[in-house]
């Protein structure tokens, strides 16, 4: 049975396309952890589908090393596993790599110690200082490693006062707290990015738009951002690589298109002349086979809700939107004189 059932799996799973994993730990009734590994993909028909690919007891701790190590399932499926976008890009440059490490050392000795999270919060109050707690990251996790760097940053007058209260662990050094600050306002928009696509009713008409407009915010040269030049081009390298094809992808062009917030703003123009005769020829398909079937079911409207981003990403996102609004004038405006 298991072998038939793998078999099929296997059948529907797309040869060429992308596959989106989730993962859960859960406790069985017999209070045994397990484990399990879920596949997600469109089919050819735009449709949902998905599949638990493993299945497992997990024993031990459930650190994000041994976590991470689910990955030889996906090898195990044939699937090939891209490499991830931020994580890679921390890992590229030695004083980024280091001022997380550093980070991690911090946030760790308080997480092991109560004695020490009561006389965080003693000096906390002693100063009138915000009461918060410093946030553990997940290796696996980089948006967690963004929330522990805030928060440390946050609690900078606290855990200074700390360390020269008590010798049992390094504060970090004055070029390391300032190297904070432009690590996150790097990847401010990519955590950004990351809540607005997770969002139950974020629509893949924005997966375009997002990952243009990201590109255009790490070409421009920002000064405050000098001390991680390394990781914003190895930001930019990953983010040309993991998203090469997506433009040849008919899903998201598509959405993209026929979406009235975006229409061709960010598509290139080249492309938007053959792209549309393309949406055309689908339409009147689409319109054909409904004649056929006589379906009248109503197709679900846009979303209404309304974003809003304190980012510079949303700068650069804006300037794309206008500048092809412009561009659309201009033609009308030429067209009008002839």
Known sequence: MYAKCREAIQKSLPRNGFISCTTDIWSSPSNKAVISLTGHWLDENC??????????????????????????????????????????ALDSQKAVRDLIAES????????HSPLACDKLLEIQKRYELTEHKLVQDIRTRWNSTFYMLQRLKDQRPAVTYYTGEFNSIKNLSEWEWNLISPVLELLGPFEEITRLISNEDSCI?????????????????????????????????????????????????????????????????????????????????CSQDAVRTSDDSPLPGPSSANELGSSGFWDCFAEIGAKQHEVANQTLSDKSRV
Request: aromatic residues 8%.
């Open 47 to 88: 449709a949902r589908q998905h599949a638990i690919l493993n299945s497992c007891e997990f024993p031990g701790s459930h650190t994000g090393e041994r976590i991470g190590k689910i990955h030889g399932i996906l090898v195990d499926w044939n699937i090939p596993v891209s490499s991830l976008v931020v994580l890679d």
């Open 104 to 111: 991690r050392n911090i946030v760790t000795h308080f997480n």
């Open 205 to 285: 008409s924005k997966v375009i738009p997002y990952v243009i407009a990201l590109r255009s915010y790490l070409e421009k040269p920002i000064k405050k951002q000098k001390s991680v030049e390394a990781t914003k081009d190895a930001l930019l390298r990953n983010m040309k690589s993991q998203f090469r094809l997506i433009l040849q992808e008919s899903v998201f062009t598509y959405a993209t298109v026929v979406d009235p917030r975006f229409k061709f703003n960010f598509i290139p123009e080249e492309e938007r002349a053959p792209l549309k005769d393309q949406i055309i020829a689908e339409i009147t398909e």
